[in-house]
Nanobody, 117 residues
Framework: QVQLVESGGGLAQPGESLRLSCAAS????????VAWYRQRPGEQREFVAS?????????NYTDSVKDRFTISRDDAKSTVHLQMNNLKPEDTAVYYC?????????WGHGTQVTVSS
């Protein structure tokens, strides 16, 4: 059974950091690219960051998180992380883990991140 389970969300003050994790199981994780998306209330889900298979491939970030967020993966543990620094209120959203390969795409159930003073 394919599973992606996010963790690490919570409440943070502006300027603080959070580290999201996503544990994958049930598929050949190392053969998949990984990504994070987020969805703010009332808005569509949007791309945040991605990292191709192999871990040394190029990373991509949406402009609003460049230089603040870092995506990484550990294929030995089938996990993907999102280090989020200098958080802003507009980063408040539900964050979703995603794994993709050709026509296959898997999603986690999301973890809430709230940035507020």
């Amino acid at each position: 059974q394919v599973q992606l389970v996010e963790s690490g969300g919570g409440l943070a003050q502006p300027g603080e950091s959070l580290r999201l994790s996503c544990a994958a199981s049930g598929f050949a994780f190392r053969l998949y690219g990984v990504a994070w998306y987020r969805q703010r209330p009332g808005e569509q889900r949007e791309f945040v960051a991605s990292l191709h298979q192999g871990g040394n491939g190029p990373t991509n970030y949406t402009d609003s998180v460049k230089d603040r967020f870092t995506i990484s993966r550990d294929d030995a543990k089938s996990t993907v992380h999102l280090q989020m620094n200098n958080l802003k209120p507009e980063d408040t959203a539900v964050y979703y883990c995603n794994a993709y390969a050709l026509s296959r795409k898997y999603w986690g159930h999301g973890t809430q991140v709230t940035v507020s003073s």
